[in-house]
């Protein structure tokens, strides 16, 4: 599929990037640096937000992310498991 037949999307409200980790952690750092990049160019209007979910190794996160279902403002930020 060429680039301008790609489905395009554009946020209505502001959109919020979910990590599984504290502030600091290893999920929270990298959402932190693609936030910055995202609003610097402007690629979320209005300017996208972080919210570090904790506990039980991400599935926390992924709890309040799947009560979210179907809603296009929620995303994740996650990493390969390692041991895998």
Do not use: F
């Not at 709890?63 to 995303?75: E, S, V």
Request: net charge positive; proline share 12%.
């Amino acid at each position: 599929m060429a680039n301008h037949d790609m489905p395009t999307w554009s946020p209505s409200q502001q959109t919020e990037l979910v990590a599984g980790t504290p502030p600091g952690g290893g999920q929270d750092r990298p959402a932190r640096i693609l936030i910055g990049i995202l609003n610097r160019q402007r690629r979320s209007t209005p300017p996208m937000k972080l919210t570090n979910i904790p506990g039980r190794g991400g599935g926390n996160g992924w709890d309040y992310l799947h009560a979210c279902a179907g809603d296009p403002h929620k995303l994740a930020i996650s990493s390969p498991d390692r041991d895998q």
